[in-house]
């Protein structure tokens, strides 16, 4: 009788486990297990965290790095960063780099990764050969070194010379947000990089490499070949005159604000005695009631070497943004105010 | 067997007389049962007494009732039976009535499922309905009458007469039985003294209703209602009665037995659940992602009863249980029988293997259109009368292919030689479509807009998996960052500010403000509006990528005599200050793509109802805030509200 009893409690109480592991069971909505999708001030604060890594070159940033891709973002954001922390990476360089690299693979896997296969097939290989080469040339002082290390870097790369004449060639000379940078793209303006720098220590024969290649076709490889046999002064004065002789402002342009940024500080004085200047000339066209091109011009001017400044950490930062902010200028409180949320560096497209 | 396991429960004291059937989740629905017994006896109280429901380890004594001269007593029952029984005799005459009235209740709890998310509600079902059944109801009387002269047993009589009468009664509001018998004996003695020749006449008489059967079995249907209050009841009662009677004379005897049964209960759906919210991910279930695609739904009902076990045999043949509206299945034939096994009833669907337990439909491919998924109702019907329904939810795999074929294509890419001015693409090759973009194609794009595509992969140069218009084939094409969980998309938002253009003259201009995060197919409607708007003003010759210099001097596809006049600033690829856009080689003209499909967006906002994606919107807990959220407030409504453009204005500046 204790049996029958035993087995009927046994049965309704198996009966309601069934069913409650039937019914009670509420699925997440799936979007919930995903990282979280990142706001403006995380992405802010981890692009600036890549663009500062790559001025400063220090492997001890690499997991920093790494951390930003925890956070989901929205694609266009994404790409941005995603390219930032890549060539950041590249310019770190190291066994860490390499190692962060193999990592980054799997995250470019995640289904939730928008391009990772673009970004394993196109950028990986290209930065994973630069960190390759860099370690083998660190520093190009002949052009037979030079040579060499452009040999290493495309065979690491999987390319050859008609390869990034081809892949430059296809690449569309206006931007646009549905064409990324192919391989080839990708690394010449790599390859420009290690130019630059092999240029810098005396093998002017590192720029005969581009002979023939259709630069002007990716605006900042061509913007980069125009700067590589100045000095950094005259890079200073040659941006602070492109940027400030503009009538209108596109999207290729900020490629030039970026490339003013990476002369470093050695910039800041003279685009604070720019910003001087171009304040007194706009007062005065405005009592001499100027054409608006000219007011148009400086203004473009104002706004372009305001947004250069508010990438830099220089406590005369803040005090004129915040002047020009009270002035009502179009752009100065919106930079005041990534200044302040800690952005340092330029928002571009793919480099 | 059935008797058993009574007994066994009747060992059970009172203290556990409320019996409470948990059904599903804990707290949520509680079946709760209580009986009272209500025994009375008048006449002639048997020394044995009367056999009554409760407490059957009592047995025959009669002091449990304490109704040894009669009356009236009410005690607990233990379980949802009756069973009365009682017998008399002797030589003598005898009178006897016993009543035995079974009153269940039973008292169903259930608590409403609480999810409170920013911009979402849900009305849950709050009517239960159940079948209350009686598994067999039934009547026996016996008699029996004997007279006689027994030679050992002096003094022998002349004569003997005996007869024995029983009417048993038990019935409920479903079924009910009923039988008398009596048999009466006499006899004479030819010589008396020496207990010789004599006739004697002995026998008896047994009768039940039914005759041949464990009884008549019945049911009928109810439901109880939570709309105003967690709990409700129901009651019922089950009767029986028992009147012996018998006379004898000396050297006869007479005997009188009767006995009535019924056992009750009440039988629910259990899968799915009857009360399953699947608003808030409960009653869910997702076709497969293979070929043949496949979809099983538990379709069962479950018997509560209390102190005995039902045999469901006979209610399983009138048991069907369907699926409206209805799926169909190429190759099985769902929920063709019920069957039963121990508390169970189970679906069952016949295939050419023959038959296996549940709903289980199989379709060479999904169902073809959106329509098919979504909220169905799972019936459970005996004799063609709803009992009940469970509400559930059917979803497609989102990744899978297994759609049926068709339109709308995808096609893997080839950028082409961009010695043109926009880059052009070229159809590698057609490849089919993950059903995500196949069903929000159906639900949302089908009827409103031509031309689109499904982006597979795009090769001969770098390419985003986003989303395209292209100008040459007039195609739009939409990749993964649509994809209903995965994508990673937001719009931007803007409104109308006065602040200084390039020129330092004050101006309306649009100026980005907010952004939203739309949730499962809001992002495709946000993707495929935004194509569509560049797709608008390209045909309209207001976008162009080739304007030149003089006329598009800051290279956003606009031309300025429409950037002057529509709030945008035409030195400024970007106008509007939206980071993100400063990054986008579209600038202003991506600005107006984002106003037309955000205005697009909020008036598809109750698009989600069609979302049938397994892992999106309405699978599991919906996602908070609800269907979107904006980054201002990281809420569903935006701290710009009162000024977000949902189209692109006209300001007439200069």
Redesign the interface.
Known sequence: ?RY??SS?II??AS??LI??L???Q???????K?PP?A??TQ??AAKSLCLSSAIRKDTALLPKIEAIFQH?????????LTVNALVAIGRVGGPDALALLERLETTFGR??F??G??YRE?YLPVIRARIQADLIFPDVRTPDQWQQKVMLFLQEAGLTREALQE?I???????????????G??AVRVLLELASEAYANGVKEALRFFDGVALERDYPSWLRYQLIPMDVKQRVRWLINSLTYK??????D?YELLALWHCGIVALPEILAKIEELSKL?ESL?LHSEK?EA??RV??GL?NLLEVLSGYEDPRVEPILEQFAQA????AE?LLR?HRQGLRGI????W | MRR??M???A??SLAVANLI??????DRLQIRFKGEATLSVSGDVPVCGFIATCPLYERYCSSFWNLCSGGKRTVSALGSYLVLGGEFGGSQGYSSNAQLLVNLFFDFRYSSPLLQISGFSYEPKTTLGFAYFVDGVKAGAAAIAVAGCQGNYPPCCESGSASANTAAMVSTSVVQASISSSYSASCGCADAEQCLDCTSDGGSQWRADPENSPGYQGFKTSSVSFRHSRSASYTEELKGSIAISGSASECAGAISAGASFAYAGLLLQ????PL?VPA?????YAWSSDRPARLEI?ARA?AHTWGW?PDLGWIAERTLFRVEPSIESEQTEPGFRTIAV???LIAQTRDQHGFRDDLIFIRAYLPPSNNDFGLKSVYFTVDGNKVDHADVEIFFPPDAKNHPPGEPPGYEMQ?E??GE???RWRRLRQVNTPNWFYYYYDAYAKRRIDRVYYLA??H???????A?YDIYDDGIYIG??A?P??????VYLFCLKR??????R?RQLITFVD?L?P?GIHKFIALLEHEQSHRKYYTARISS?NWGDHLD????SLPSWWERIHGLD?????TT?A??L??????DS?AVAEIEAFGALTRAERFWKHDWA????Q?????SPFPWMY?STSTNRSRHDRCLLRSVPRTGGR
């Open positions: 009788m029958q009893i009927w049965s309704v009966a309601s069913i409650s039937s019914w009670g509420t699925p997440d909505n799936a979007a919930s995903l999708l706001d403006e992405w802010i989901r973002y929205e694609a266009r954001e994404q790409h941005v289904p939730y928008h391009s296969a673009y196109h892949a060639h296809k690449h569309p000379q206006r931007g646009d947000p549905m064409v990324y940078p192919s391989r793209v990708v009538k209108a402002m596109r999207f290729v900020r706009k405005r608006d007011i148009g203004n473009m706004t009502g200028h179009p752009k919106e990534r928002v571009t497209f793919d | 058993q396991k007994l066994g429960v060992a059970l059937a948990g059904l599903g989740q804990t259990s899968l799915p659940h399953g808030i991910g409960e009653n869910e538990p479950y076990e121990g508390r169970q950028l030689d961009t001015d926009c880059p992969a795009a001969g140069s770098g390419y985003s998996s986003g395209f993964d960052r994809h969980i995965y994508g990673n998309h937001k602040r200084a253009d390039s020129y330092g004050k952004k995060t949730n990528c001097p800051d290279e956003d035409p030195m400024w690829h970007n200050g980071p993100g400063d990054s986008d080689p579209d600038g991506d397994q892992g999106s919107m699978w599991g807990t919906p996602p980054d």
